[in-house]
C-alpha cells in the first residue's frame, strides 16, 4: 500500500509526539505541508523529512528492496534513497504501520 500522505497530514498536521522504537523518547512532529514532515529536538536542530523520499521509501519496502526491520531499514534508506535522518524516518513510519513492531534493531553480517 503506497504511503497516502493525506492519511500523513490528518494523523500529523498539527504536529504530534511520534514514540521511538527504544527509549521511550519521541520524535517531535511540528507539522506537515504538501512537501514534508517537519521534525525538531528541543532548539538543538530542525529537519524536514521530503515527502518524495517517505514515498519513495515505502514504495521500496512494499517492493521488497528496503527491509521492514527497523534496523535494516534505516541502512536501506540511507543506501537507496536519502541521508535525511533515517532513524526519524524509522519512527515515523514504523508508527505509520510499515514497518514491523520490533523493539531490537538488526544490523547485518559482512
Not at 24 to 30: C, P
Not at 44 to 58: D, F, M, P, T, Y
Not at 71 to 100: C, K, N, P, Q, T
Amino acid at each position: 500500500m503506497p504511503l497516502n500522505w493525506k492519511t500523513v497530514f490528518d494523523k500529523y498536521g498539527e504536529g504530534f509526539e511520534v514514540p521511538t522504537i527504544r527509549g521511550g523518547k519521541t520524535v517531535s512532529i511540528t507539522h506537515v505541508d504538501e512537501d514534508a514532515i517537519h521534525i525538531v529536538k528541543g532548539t538543538i536542530w530542525k529537519a524536514s523529512l521530503q515527502r518524495k523520499n517517505l514515498e519513495k521509501g515505502v514504495e521500496m519496502i512494499e517492493s521488497g528492496v528496503i527491509s521492514r526491520d527497523p534496523g535494516l531499514f534505516v541502512e536501506d534508506y540511507m543506501l537507496y534513497v536519502a541521508h535525511e535522518r533515517a532513524s526519524s524516518v524509522a519512527h515515523i513510519l514504523r508508527d505509520l504501520g510499515f514497518l514491523d513492531k520490533t523493539e531490537t534493531f538488526s544490523i547485518r553480517g559482512c
